[in-house]
């Protein structure tokens, strides 16, 4: 298992590369409509913020961030880790899964298809109908919509040429088709809707007890309960407790310091500094 990462080298490329397109799109406020960075210990610093993730990008709207799913140091290489999208406004539904690594993230976006990465669709055909709004003119007194399309297309035609992004078939079907492999794969559901992956060959197929709360809210201000959960649990059990603490909003700080505690002596030294900054 893996606590330290250092920056994927494709999202340092992107970034580099973003910082010399600025002057050719002066009417995009960022070339790529996002927000690029990474730090380690970062990762988005919402309540519902994964612990095992690692912000790389912000929309700079409603607390609307992507990160790198590690899965409790399960990820050997950043470059192929999960993207997920944390969207902290949008109440039960605030974690999904949109790309299956950086690469196929970057293809969605430069090929036009940044509505999957922003929004939730429950239907390919009410995505096509989205698609088709967003190319209506919507230039106002304030926007030129023309010329913002413009510039985004030469963003795009320019990474995709200097990154060699390929386009994905049938985006839509390819972020659920995702979604559904990861749910055969986890070996504990979670409130988030990631789940648990096995850490090892030995704990696939295995059956895990999950947490006493699984089933209803996990409980504010109940020291004794918590601290005698988190100290007898199995790892998979204890890390699906950390998931549902996350989903339900959970900022009981006792019971936080309880669960940083945990993660250290199981070697999860920065998912615990990253949970620390939900607090």
Excluded at 141 to 168: C, G, L, M, N
Excluded at 265 to 270: A, E, K, R, S, V
Aim: hydrophobic letters at 35%; proline letters at 6%; one cysteine or more.
């Amino acid at each position: 298992m893996n606590d330290s990462y250092s920056i994927p080298d494709l999202l340092r490329r992107i970034i580099e590369w973003e910082r010399r397109m600025v002057p050719e799109v002066p009417y995009l406020e960022k070339p790529t409509g996002l927000f690029l960075g990474f730090r380690e210990n970062e990762n988005g610093g919402y309540a519902c913020s994964p612990a095992d993730s690692i912000l790389f990008a912000n929309t700079g709207m409603d607390g609307v961030h992507y990160s790198l799913l590690t899965d409790f140091g399960k990820a050997a290489d950043l470059e192929q880790a999960p993207v997920i999208r944390v969207a902290p406004m949008d109440f039960g539904n605030c974690v999904n899964l949109v790309a299956g690594n950086l690469s196929d993230f970057f293809s969605l976006l430069f090929y036009g298809h940044e509505g999957l990465l922003f929004n939730e669709f429950r239907t390919e055909q009410e995505y096509a109908r989205y698609r088709v709004g967003e190319e209506e003119d919507q230039t106002t007194a304030y926007f030129d919509h023309r010329k913002w399309r413009e510039q985004k297309k030469r963003v795009s035609e320019a990474a995709i040429d200097q990154f060699q992004f390929e386009p994905i078939e049938h985006p839509f079907r390819y972020i659920q088709t995702l979604r559904a492999e990861r749910e055969k794969s986890i070996v504990l559901p979670t409130k988030d809707g990631l789940g648990i992956l096995p850490r090892s060959e030995e704990e696939m197929g295995k059956t895990y007890p999950t947490h006493p709360w699984s089933g209803t809210e996990i409980p504010w201000n109940a020291p004794d309960e918590i601290e005698d959960f988190i100290a007898r649990a199995d790892v998979v059990p204890f890390l699906a407790f950390v998931r549902d603490f996350q989903a339900e909003f959970n900022t009981d700080t006792e019971a936080l310091r309880m669960i940083c505690r945990r993660l250290e002596t199981i070697g999860l030294h920065q998912d615990a500094v990253r949970l620390l900054h939900c607090m």
